[in-house]
């Protein structure tokens, strides 16, 4: 067994709390071995983050000692026990600087350098920067992380995802022999998080040691030890492997629901939010950057929507358009009937602030005031409610999100979990009818992002559009709609919900090839025995697939409506038309995937080759056995 790297003997850090005190952590005694990937799961404000922090040094121990050790294996002489919380500030930063990678949640990047300045900053600050091989060593690590193609744009002009594998290229610029990791794949879509994960395995196999926070579950069988902590106290978990962690994850699509009318029979109210061909082109050294094209989108009240895509597609880019943060380069935001572009800084500002609640994914929560203060922000300055009733209005909301008892802690006093329910709570200060959320649950455990979303979905009742951006699968199925983005563009829903299994630039690439058909009630689609030439995707309305007896009378197969599919038994098997199709009553709409791009799709998907293949089967042995049975 290899060697303690570091050792924590009787740790325990308090915190005042009033005239009390509050333990974040009760007397821990953990080592933490050379070459190991250990996992730390617990909810919100159990002490995961003030765990790591003791061990970096950036929060004086309470009681007990923290001993870092390195050297070579073959013998004690040879190695260094370094007492952490007995260095003086300076040589903390040293010893921090050359030991220790740290990944925080918020990335801390610097916004006025370039991703590769950033990088190169742990070097510079320990006096080891060299012109030449510093910039390769950032190159390298931006090139790991999948971000080269980035180096030279700011912060401002990349996704919270990207930020997110730059601050771990960062870590890893002064080659750490210990690598801290606080939720560093919370704010992450799957593949990316995936990327991440093999990133510190390679590591650990090259002799790192990786200490990594997480609320994620199916984390588990990839670290090789998990540590819980529950109220400050650690204890060690059983490495279990759920069949639900095996299986891919697909996320489940829902279309946009159709506009109702009103309970008198009147028109549908106006939409919540409409944008018309809106674009988003960033400029720097790198050249230009195209975060949106073409945007098309209308969201009605009422709705509960989710935003998904990987790090990088332009999700929170359409957020900042819709919030009036950031203007779009072309194109039309109407929000509530309000062109909000036409307004100026100052008008948008607060009209924002009375129409709109926003839940930023780094709580942007101010420091010096508590949490009922930062509630009560939004409300005092749009002159909302009597100034009396606002304490009380703030510390109800806090209730909601399970934080009435830290209503007069700072924010540096609680948890980074309980910090986004606050953000949440002074989200909805103003009362809001539009809610926009960029992660709210990211950095969350299961049961306070339950309380969150069960929030979300009451809201959404009451009337409200509630716009969420999220790498959750389990999210999207809760949602009403979801909106899938890739390299700046909208994903067709009827396509997604078709091939779930394809990647978003497959999905992409089928939305902008296929051909749009309509057809009248009755007509013919495809004829028994004809070739086919299309895989088809109906996307509105209902087709009948039909075959015909020994008397040549039609027997109904299926009935097939929106995000259903056929021509897959032919294009997979057949070759020819094995059933009449034609458009029921009402008619049908339909998307029509050409031949080549279809066998295209599938050949880079085989989780999409094999569910054609199954359904092909499926229903050319349902087809034979009702031939049978005439």
């Known amino acids: 067994m290899s060697h303690p790297i570091i050792q924590m003997q009787g740790v325990t850090k308090t915190y005042p709390a009033g005239a009390q005190t509050f333990t974040a952590l009760n007397n821990v005694t953990l080592d933490i071995r050379q070459g190991e990937f250990l996992g730390i799961t617990g909810k919100s404000g159990a002490g995961k983050t003030t765990l790591l922090n003791m061990i970096s040094g950036v929060s004086e121990l309470s009681a007990g000692e923290i001993l870092f050790h390195w050297g070579n294996e073959s013998g004690a002489q040879n190695k260094s026990v370094v007492a952490v919380h007995h260095l003086n500030e300076d040589r903390l930063a040293q010893w921090r600087g050359e030991h220790l990678g740290i990944i925080y949640q918020s990335f801390e990047l610097m916004p006025t350098l370039s991703l590769l300045e950033n990088v190169m900053l742990p070097p510079d600050f320990l006096g080891a920067y060299h012109p030449i091989t510093t910039k390769k060593r950032a190159l390298e690590l931006l090139d790991m992380v999948e971000l080269a193609q980035h180096a030279h744009k700011i912060p401002a002009h990349i996704s919270g995802g990207q930020k997110q594998r730059v601050a771990i290229a960062r870590a890893l610029v002064n080659d750490p022999h210990l690598l801290l990791a606080d939720e560093p794949t919370g704010n992450l879509d799957t593949v990316t998080a995936e990327t991440i994960l093999k990133i510190f395995e390679k590591l650990v196999e090259q002799g790192k040691t990786i200490l990594m926070v997480t609320h994620d579950a199916s984390f588990a069988p990839r670290f090789t030890r998990r540590l819980q902590i529950v109220d400050g106290l650690v204890s060690a978990l059983d490495e279990t492997v759920t069949e639900a962690a095996r299986r891919p994850e697909v996320i489940t699509v829902k279309s946009p629901a159709p506009p109702t009318a009103t309970a008198n029979g009147g028109e549908a109210p106006a939409p919540a939010i409409i944008l018309r061909n809106v674009e988003k082109i960033y400029e720097n050294a790198a050249g230009k950057f195209h975060a949106l094209k073409h945007i098309n989108l209308q969201l009605n009240y009422g709705q509960f929507i989710s935003i998904v895509g990987k790090s990088g597609c332009g999700k929170s880019t359409l957020l900042n358009m819709v919030t009036g943060i950031d203007h779009p380069t072309a194109g039309e935001v109407i929000i509530s009937g309000e062109h909000i572009y036409h307004m100026s800084e100052s008008d948008r500002a607060l009209w924002r602030g009375k129409n709109m609640g926003v839940v930023f994914q780094f709580f942007q929560l101010i420091p010096t005031l508590s949490l009922l203060e930062n509630t009560m922000l939004p409300m005092d300055y749009c002159n909302l409610y009597p100034f009396k009733e606002r304490p009380a209005r703030a510390l109800e909301l806090l209730k909601m999100v399970g934080l009435e008892e830290q209503a007069e802690k700072l924010p540096a006093a609680v948890s980074s979990g309980q910090?986004?329910?606050?953000?949440?709570?002074?989200?909805?200060?103003?009362?809001?009818?539009?809610?926009?959320?960029?992660?709210?649950?990211?950095?969350?455990?299961?049961?306070?992002?339950?309380?969150?979303?069960?929030?979300?979905?009451?809201?959404?009742?009451?009337?409200?559009?509630?716009?969420?951006?999220?790498?959750?699968?389990?999210?999207?199925?809760?949602?009403?709609?979801?909106?899938?983005?890739?390299?700046?563009?909208?994903?067709?829903?009827?396509?997604?919900?078709?091939?779930?299994?394809?990647?978003?630039?497959?999905?992409?690439?089928?939305?902008?090839?296929?051909?749009?058909?309509?057809?009248?009630?009755?007509?013919?689609?495809?004829?028994?025995?004809?070739?086919?030439?299309?895989?088809?995707?109906?996307?509105?309305?209902?087709?009948?697939?039909?075959?015909?007896?020994?008397?040549?009378?039609?027997?109904?197969?299926?009935?097939?409506?929106?995000?259903?599919?056929?021509?897959?038994?032919?294009?997979?098997?057949?070759?020819?038309?094995?059933?009449?199709?034609?458009?029921?009553?009402?008619?049908?709409?339909?998307?029509?995937?050409?031949k080549s791009l279809f066998y295209e799709l599938i050949d880079g998907s085989p989780l999409t080759r094999r569910h054609m293949e199954e359904t092909a089967t499926t229903r050319l042995n349902e087809n034979r056995r009702r031939k049978t049975d005439q």
């Open 419 to 594: 910090q986004q329910c606050a953000a949440i709570a002074r989200a909805l200060a103003t009362d809001p009818s539009i809610i926009l959320a960029d992660e709210p649950t990211g950095n969350l455990d299961s049961r306070s992002a339950e309380t969150v979303l069960k929030l979300f979905e009451d809201l959404a009742c009451q009337g409200k559009t509630i716009l969420i951006v999220t790498h959750d699968p389990s999210i999207t199925e809760r949602t009403d709609q979801t909106i899938i983005l890739s390299d700046g563009e909208i994903i067709d829903p009827i396509v997604a919900r078709a091939l779930p299994y394809l990647s978003h630039p497959q999905m992409l690439t089928a939305t902008k090839t296929a051909e749009k058909r309509k057809a009248a009630p009755g007509q013919v689609i495809l004829k028994l025995g004809e070739a086919v030439e299309y895989f088809f995707i109906v996307t509105n309305g209902e087709v009948n697939v039909v075959m015909e007896d020994k008397f040549h009378c039609e027997v109904a197969l299926a009935r097939l409506g929106p995000g259903q599919f056929f021509g897959e038994v032919e294009l997979m098997q057949e070759g020819h038309a094995v059933a009449h199709v034609h458009a029921a009553e009402d008619g049908a709409e339909l998307a029509l995937i050409p």
